[in-house]
């Protein structure tokens, strides 16, 4: 935490140092656009250890984060602008969208020599706001940085979270509330829908120039490629498959799977509605604006495929110029995506529990029936799978996991057939299971404690129960005994029906 103040022009220096690659694509792509002051910003959370996976001046930015983060003094080098993309939203397109309250200051290129991208959200109105206000709640900014930190310690591709400022000066939603801007890094914000923005209007030229752009940038070992849009398409499709099984291993619901909010570097993006599972099921649906439950935890996989074939669309112009081959090619594109998903998934399913070798029939009915006991027992996703882990090296350890069932004594008769299978695999008990501890992952952000912590810094301006869930969940594959009570799903009266976009 810190209190840091605005710093005065000639204190700035260079603390970050600017490569600006996408100010430099046609003026269609953005608008330029500034910041807008906020009353009295206080820098509340800044993260030092991603400071220095950029490269950047950490001691300069967190001595004068309040005004950096805040848009209220200006990094040297950066260019702001605000994005312009279209978009799917709950299946209806919308031609223009774009940063309503987003200004992508700039990019910068790593330690690692990967770029990425330094936005800020919630900095005032831009082009694209659409009579919004172009601000942030404190709770929402919050959320985003516990949640997508989490995802990043969890080994899921996500933004990170830099930044956050309170502005002292309140936001109007159903409530006055108070204002906040969160510094989010991506390896770019480039979406779906900047696809469709272009295509939408009929502009191939900038959707070539766009496509060409993303190879660049994510993907340049396709610019040899026979057709490089075509494995373009295949290479983003591979990478939200990727990602989406990912998600399903830790119960992650997005919430919002809108194709402005799916990036084609393959990383989550939006943290708005999201929430983690409690207890098994595939319906789950957290999201409040999500009323028939499009997005639920287990229709994630086909919004995937369903949002690839809107990228299709928009790049069939560049995939051939007799349009039946192009539309062929798209097709079968799209067809590959739940191949590719079930493939991923394979992989995050059998280290859950603990197979290497495939049996792909026997084991395939082991998964099944697994799923199926715990979504008719109603058991929590997370605990059953890190209780299995330690069922792997224990029989004595049953007990705790059959505790999490309605029913206890159900899920013996597949532990039998279970272990009978692992008997088959490589390795010794103690190791299968610390492999599978390394899949299983003890400590998610669990909703009931995720907005205790956001009604804590929101209602009362105590941030202390914010930076300690944050710690926990820095290391969410170990066990942290002093820290049990995270790892806990929701007692009665605690459980969170609902949660908000906050836009």
């Not at 600006?20 to 500034?34: G, I, K, M, Q, T």
Request: net charge negative; proline share 6%; hydrophobic share 45%.
């Amino acid at each position: 935490m810190s209190n840091a103040t605005n710093p005065q022009r000639s204190d700035v220096g260079r603390p970050v140092a600017f490569d600006n690659s996408y100010a430099r694509l046609p003026d269609l792509f953005f608008a330029p656009v500034d910041p807008s002051p906020v009353e009295a910003p206080r820098l509340i959370a800044f993260n030092r250890t991603l400071a220095g996976e950029l490269g950047l001046d950490a001691d300069a930015l967190e001595r004068h984060g309040a005004g950096y983060f805040s848009g209220n003094v200006p990094l040297p080098g950066s260019l702001p602008l605000a994005m312009a993309y279209a978009g799917h939203q709950f299946g209806q397109f919308v031609p223009q969208l774009g940063d309503g309250r987003a200004i992508l200051l700039g990019e910068v290129i790593d330690r690692d020599g990967r770029r990425r991208d330094i936005q800020l959200k919630g900095a005032g109105q831009t082009p694209y706001s659409r009579r919004g206000d172009g601000r942030a709640a404190l709770g929402p900014v919050l959320r985003e940085y516990i949640v997508s930190e989490a995802m990043h310690a969890l080994g899921i591709p996500t933004t990170r979270a830099l930044a956050a400022v309170a502005t002292g000066q309140p936001v109007y939603r159903d409530r006055v509330l108070p204002g906040a801007v969160f510094t989010r890094v991506a390896a770019s914000h480039i979406r779906v829908g900047t696809f469709q923005f272009f295509a939408a209007r009929g502009d191939t030229e900038n959707v070539r120039v766009l496509a060409d752009h993303v190879i660049d940038r994510h993907y340049p070992a396709l610019k040899g490629a026979e057709n490089p849009y075509l494995a373009l398409l295949d290479a983003v499709a591979d990478r939200q498959a990727s990602l989406i099984a990912k998600w399903l291993g830790v119960g992650f619901i997005h919430g919002v799977m809108n194709t402005d909010n799916m990036t084609v570097s393959g990383e989550t993006i939006d943290f708005g509605p999201c929430a983690f599972m409690d207890h098994y099921d595939p319906r789950t649906v957290y999201s409040s604006i999500d009323r028939n439950g499009r997005y639920a935890f287990g229709n994630q996989p086909a919004i995937g495929q369903w949002n690839i074939a809107r990228l299709a669309e928009a790049l069939l112009a560049l995939l051939d110029d007799d349009q039946d081959k192009a539309v062929a090619m798209a097709n079968a594109a799209v067809a590959r995506f739940m191949d590719r998903f079930q493939d991923h998934w394979k992989v995050v399913i059998r280290a859950k529990i603990g197979l290497g070798a495939e049996e792909d029939d026997d084991d395939q009915g082991l998964i099944r029936d697994l799923m199926v006991t715990l979504y008719e027992q109603k058991a929590d996703y997370t605990l059953a799978f890190r209780r299995l882990a330690d069922a792997a090296e224990s029989e004595a350890a049953d007990a705790a996991l059959e505790d999490l069932l309605e029913t206890p004594g159900t899920l013996a008769p597949w532990l039998a057939l279970w272990r009978a299978r692992l008997a088959r695999e490589a390795g010794t008990p103690q190791a299968r299971a610390a492999a599978m501890r390394n899949a299983n992952p003890a400590f998610i952000p669990r909703n009931h404690k995720v907005e205790e912590a956001l009604a804590a810094a929101v209602d009362h301006g105590d941030f202390s129960l914010f930076s300690a869930l944050n710690d926990v969940l820095a290391r969410p594959y170990e066990d942290q005994p002093a820290f049990a009570a995270y790892a806990l799903p929701p007692k009665p009266g605690e459980e969170i029906t609902a949660t908000f976009c906050g836009t």
